[in-house]
Structures are given as structure tokens and as C-alpha cells.
């Protein structure tokens, strides 16, 4: 197999992209494969995890998940549409056992791609490398298309673009790092979340400003406008939790600032969009989220 024989770029193609196993096993090719990976986890397949899987899809910045199929076929499907609902473009590599059932049949054409659970290190390392080199030609491909056009007049826009507006992206992102670790050390106020959602519309403003970028500028519009208009009196006690996935965003959104205005790494602004858009969809839900006393202290355990 031809990954195999380029499975040592494992570590490269790895180091900035995280990794979940959901199962109630133990697979030493994993344990193995992860630690090439900037987070790898694991995760035992149980009711509590389903309830909760945006959580760790979201506060681990999952890009690829691996999915138990061999103990309960069932369960493994309510994962799988769980973590399509949540983000469809996380890569799903399902674990199934050769001597498979019908009722996996329809797991292993859903899936991405499959690896039995007798697989070896090699053989898992391999099915990470297919996956991850489509991440790297997708990005090297993008990079070289700017430099094929370069000298165009839409690439020289997007440059002046991006030269113009790197300072004050830059002092916005500084504000907004400062801004978080408050959040972050437990300060929680009026004021501080009309500061954050004053810097979320200063980046609205300027995504507006340029045609490849328009497009996400209402989803950044519409958030700072719920910070600044956020009644902390219509919170329930529970959802205070809430405010951590909002740290969440905020890094995410630090790094995709840093990535265009800095790196000038372009992704899909469709991809940016969709998961700014699900990560701030789940934030409000679990904000304004009423649950039992008595189930809210299991949140908390």
C-alpha cells in the first residue's frame, strides 16, 4: 500500500490536528498513532458521552474521530449522526470487525474511510495518512493558486486587502487575548461582554470590506450584537456554563485572524462560516438551556 510506504510523514502531517477515539476499548495502534497528533483523546461510548458529544468535539477541536462499530452497531450510529449534526466535515474513520454484521453495512458506506480492529500500527497509520494528505494538498493547492494568480487584479486587491487592514486585525486579536483571559479567570460581566462583542463587530466591519470575506461578516454582526444586548437576568444558574465555549470561539477566532492577516492561510470561507456558526448555535442553546436542579449538579461533577 502506497501509505504505508509514506507513513513516516505521519508526524508531520499530524502536528496541528486533533484526534478522538470513541470507544470502550483499548487499541494499542491508537495509543500509538496519537501521540504524532497536537491532541489525541479518548472516550468510552456510553449515553452521558452521546448527551455531551458537542461538548468534546468542540473543546477539543476534533478534526478527525475514529468510531467503534464492533460492540454495539446501534450506539455507533447515534454517534456518527451525533457528529455529522454537530459538524459534517469532521472525517469519520469507522472501526469495524471483519466478521461485520448487515447492521454495520450502512456504517461503512457512511463512513470516510474503515479499518478493522485487528489493524497494526502501520495499517492505522497508513488510513491517517490518506486522510491528512487530503488536508495538506487542500491547503498547499490554495496557496498555490494565490501564487499562480499572483499579479492579478483580484489577487492584488485581496493583498492590499489584507496589508491594509493586518495592523488593526492585529491590535484587535491583542484586545480580544487579553479581553478572553478575563472571561477565562472566572470575571463575568455586562461590560466585559459589550467589550468583547465591540471587537466582534470591529472584525465584522472589516471582513465586510473585501468580496471573499462579505459572506461571514453577518455571522460575526450577529454575535456581537447578542453580547452587547445579552440580559444576564434571562440566564439560568446552569447556563453560565456556557461562557466557556464562548472562550472557545474567541480562540478559534484569534487564530483565524492571525491565519489570514499574518499567514495568509486561506481556508474555505464556507468551512469558517458553517463552524463559527454551529460553535455560537450551541453556545445559545446551552446559555439559555433549563434543566432540573437536580440534573444540573451531575453537570458539574
Known sequence: MTTKQYSHYLP????????????????EAYNEAKTFFASGIQRNMQNSELDNINITLMSNKIDIVLLDTTEDPQSARKFYEAIESYNDRIVILSIINREMGSDVIDLVELSDTIVFDTCTYEELKGKLVQI???????????????????????????????????????????????????????????????????????????????????????????LGNFLNKLDFSTIPPNGLKAFDYLSEIIDDLNKNMMDIFVDRIFQDVHVFEDSLQNNIEFMKSNLFSKVDEDESELDFF
Open 132 to 222: 491528512l494528505s487530503v488536508f495538506y494538498t487542500i491547503i498547499s493547492i490554495g496557496r498555490r493558486e494565490v501564487n499562480l494568480k499572483s499579479g492579478s487584479s483580484d489577487v492584488t486587491m485581496l493583498v492590499d486587502f489584507l496589508d491594509f487592514y493586518q495592523g488593526s486585525s492585529l491590535f484587535i486579536v491583542d484586545e480580544l487575548i487579553e479581553l478572553n483571559q478575563r472571561l477565562k479567570a472566572g470575571e463575568l460581566s455586562k461590560e466585559l461582554l459589550s467589550e468583547i462583542g465591540g471587537k466582534i463587530l470591529d472584525i465584522s466591519e472589516i471582513f465586510s470590506k473585501h468580496t471573499l470575506f462579505v459572506r461571514v461578516a453577518p455571522t460575526f454582526k450577529d
Open 12 to 27: 508531520f502531517l499530524a502536528q496541528n490536528y486533533n484526534i478522538v477515539l470513541f470507544s470502550n476499548k483499548h487499541y
